[in-house]
């Protein structure tokens, strides 16, 4: 029988900025790491840098320079691969193509329900950018499902380089979707301690904490009336 307790948890006062994707329309693939001059001419749009947490498209052409790396997870099959430049890659739908040959990716097969929680991670790093307040509400734990997360997180974590947070993008969206927006404050600080250049951490931390530290100047507030 499934236990649940009491906890505190954020309510948005704003609608998400673009709904939420479903793990089986799931397609192309996600960076989850880039450092060095990383260039893509796609579909999409032709970029000088690659952002970080960029969701590729099938046919996107990357071209890394030398000394530049690469993380992404292929999103149909949870395909993780590392690659290091100089080299050129085509997205394909299961993989990636590299020129010229001979080239080999470090690759790494990434659970079901990471996968799936990834799927999700653009638009949720999207909400925290964008959303314009929160209050803290009452809301019901889900230990059972919390402890699984907790557990996913640890394997991921003792298989992962220092610098990849990949780990950290799962679990961010577990929280999210579990409501445990409490213990995000702290995920971000570690996500930032990781990948200290990354534009995208920088802003979604700083977004975040601004929101909560509102949150509790208005309840100081409130109780001083």
Not at 168 to 188: I, N, W
């Amino acid at each position: 029988m499934k236990t649940s307790q009491q906890l505190l948890s954020l309510l948005l006062l704003t609608g998400l900025q673009a709904p939420l994707l479903a793990a089986d329309n799931a397609g192309g693939a996600l960076v989850t790491k880039v450092q060095g001059k990383v260039t893509i001419n796609g579909n999409s749009r032709t970029e000088p840098q690659l952002p970080p947490f960029y969701r590729l498209r099938q046919e996107d052409r990357l071209e890394l320079a030398e000394g530049a790396s690469l993380q992404l997870v292929i999103l149909q099959n949870g395909r993780q691969e590392n690659w290091r430049g100089p080299l050129r890659l085509e997205m394909g739908n299961a993989a990636s193509r590299c020129q010229p040959a001979p080239c080999q990716a470090e690759i790494r097969q990434l659970p079901p329900a990471v996968l799936s929680a990834l799927t999700r991670t653009p638009n949720v790093l999207n909400d925290i950018r964008n959303r314009s307040g929160m209050v803290m509400v009452r809301g019901v734990g889900r230990s059972e499902q919390i402890q699984e997360m907790n557990d996913a997180y640890r394997q991921l974590r003792t298989q992962a380089d220092k610098d990849d947070i990949t780990p950290e993008l799962y679990l961010l969206t577990r929280l999210y979707q579990l409501r445990q927006y409490k213990e995000m404050r702290k995920l971000l600080e570690d996500m930032k301690a990781r990948q200290p250049d990354n534009p995208e951490v920088i802003a979604a931390q700083k977004q975040f904490n601004a929101q909560l530290q509102d949150m509790e100047n208005r309840r100081k507030a409130r109780s001083n009336d």
